[in-house]
C-alpha cells in the first residue's frame, strides 16, 4: 500500500460496453444530468472481463443493489471516465461502510479507493520483484506466501504491488488486516474510516491530504485527481441500498427440481450458516468449492476441491439456459445456483455459508445433464 496500485498507468474506466451497462449508463444518467460515454483502457494489471468479473457484493459482509448501472464522470483533468457494472457496486459498500463518518469521508475513501484500486477488489499473485532494503528477505518471503492466499478469494482482478490487496491496496504484511479481512471490501473500507478518524483534523484538510495521512503513499497528489468522480459517486448512488450479506433470504428450495438437482441444491442449503474456512470440506465449515464438492458428492459426482477443476467439470451454459444446480463460477470462486437470481455459496469468513443474490458475471457451469 506504500505505492498506489494505479502507478502503472492512471484511468479508471471500463472494459468495453455491452447492453446490460449501457442500460445502466441511462438510468444513472438522469440522477447524473450528464452525457454518459464509456472509455477504453485501465491501469497495468490483470483485469477480468465481462464474462469473468466477480463483483465485489460476492465477497463483501455488506451487498448493494446498484441494478448492474456504470457511472460516468469527469475527473480533475476534466477528462470522462466510466466506472463499470463491478466498481460502482464496490463504489456502494465503501459508501455504506462509512455513513456513520459523513459524506466528506466517503469521498476521501472513494478518491483512495479509486487511485489505488480503480475500486476493483484486487488479489495479488505474489509476484512483485523484491531486491531487498525494506526488510529482511525471508519476512518478504513469509508476506508473499500469506497474500497469495488472496488468489482464493473472490476479487475482481490481480495486482501485484509488494503484498498490496484489496480496494485500498491495504498490506497484511503493514498490520491492516488478514487476507480474508482486506479482501472482504466492506471489512477493508470499515478498517480505512477507523485510520482517518485517527487523523487529527481530517475533517479540515483537502480530500488528497486526508487520503495520503491515511495511505502514505509515494505518490501523495495522485489521490486529487478522482476527488470530483468521488463526489460524482456519491451523488449518483444516494438512493442505492444495501443489507449485510449475513441478513439474505433463506428461502426453501426451489420446487420442480429432478432427483439429482433436488439433492444439491437441498444439501447446500442445509449448510446455511456453517462457517467459510479456507480448505475445509464439512461438516461444520466450507470453503466455496469444498461447499459444492460436498452437495455434488449427494448424487455420487465426485468433484475437486478446486474451483478451476470444478469449472471443467461441464460444459458451459448462458445465464438464460441456466438451472438451479448448476455449478456458478468466477475466478477463484464458485457456488450453486438456486434459480430466480439467486444462489446458495461458501462466500468469506465475514459470511460463511449464505444465500444471496446472483452477482457480476459468473459463468453457468452443467454437471447434471
Not at 480533475?76 to 463491478?86: I, K
Not at 459523513?102 to 475513501?109: L, S
Not at 482517518?196 to 485527481?225: H, N
Not at 451454459?317 to 445456483?337: F, K, N, R, T
Request: hydrophobic share 40%; aromatic share 6%; net charge negative.
Amino acid at each position: 500500500m506504500s505505492t498506489p496500485a494505479s502507478s502503472a498507468s492512471s484511468s479508471a474506466s471500463s472494459s468495453s460496453p455491452g447492453r446490460r451497462v449501457l442500460v445502466g449508463v441511462l438510468v444513472l444518467g438522469l440522477v447524473l444530468g450528464a452525457p454518459l460515454v464509456p472509455i477504453a483502457g485501465f491501469f497495468g494489471l490483470a483485469l477480468l472481463g465481462d464474462q469473468q468479473q466477480s463483483a465485489a457484493a460476492g465477497g463483501s459482509s455488506i451487498v448493494c443493489d446498484t441494478g448492474g448501472a456504470s457511472v460516468t464522470a469527469r475527473d480533475a483533468s476534466g477528462t470522462e471516465v466510466t466506472l463499470d457494472a463491478t466498481q460502482v457496486r464496490n463504489a456502494a459498500v465503501v459508501m455504506q461502510a462509512g455513513q456513520s463518518m459523513g459524506q466528506q469521508a466517503q469521498v476521501i475513501a472513494l478518491a483512495t479507493a479509486l487511485t489505488e484500486s480503480g475500486l476493483r477488489n484486487l488479489a495479488n499473485d505474489g509476484s512483485y520483484s523484491y531486491s531487498g532494503g525494506v526488510m529482511s528477505m525471508s519476512a518478504w518471503e513469509s508476506a508473499r506466501s500469506v497474500v497469495v492466499g488472496s488468489m482464493d478469494l473472490p476479487h475482481d482482478g490481480v495486482g501485484s504491488d509488494w503484498d498490496s490487496i484489496g480496494l485500498f491496496q491495504q498490506r497484511p504484511s503493514a498490520g491492516w488486516g488478514t487476507v480474508e479481512e482486506i479482501m472482504d471490501p466492506a471489512t477493508s473500507s470499515s478498517t480505512f474510516y477507523e485510520r482517518l478518524a485517527g487523523v487529527s483534523g481530517w475533517e479540515s484538510m483537502s480530500v488528497a491530504a486526508a487520503a495520503q495521512a491515511v495511505q502514505v503513499s509515494a505518490f501523495p497528489s495522485a489521490y486529487a485527481r478522482w476527488e470530483p468522480v468521488a463526489r460524482s459517486l456519491l451523488s449518483a448512488l444516494s438512493t442505492v441500498t444495501c443489507s449485510s450479506s449475513g441478513s439474505a433470504s433463506v428461502g426453501g428450495v426451489p420446487t420442480g427440481l429432478d432427483e439429482k438437482r433436488n439433492k444439491v441444491v437441498t444439501f447446500a442449503l442445509q449448510q446455511l450458516g456453517d462457517a467459510y474456512v479456507w480448505g475445509a470440506e464439512g461438516p461444520d465449515s466450507w470453503d466455496c468449492s469444498g461447499l459444492v464438492q460436498g452437495a455434488y458428492r449427494q448424487i455420487g459426482v465426485e468433484l475437486e476441491h478446486w474451483s478451476e477443476a470444478q469449472r471443467s467439470a461441464g460444459r458451459e451454459v448462458s445465464a438464460s439456459e441456466a438451472l438451479p444446480g448448476d455449478i456458478m463460477w468466477w475466478p477463484g470462486h464458485v457456488g450453486i445456483y438456486l434459480g430466480d437470481g439467486e444462489l446458495v455459496g461458501a462466500q468469506t469468513p465475514a459470511q460463511g455459508v449464505v444465500r444471496i443474490p446472483v452477482y457480476g458475471a459468473p459463468r453457468y457451469i452443467r454437471v447434471i445433464e
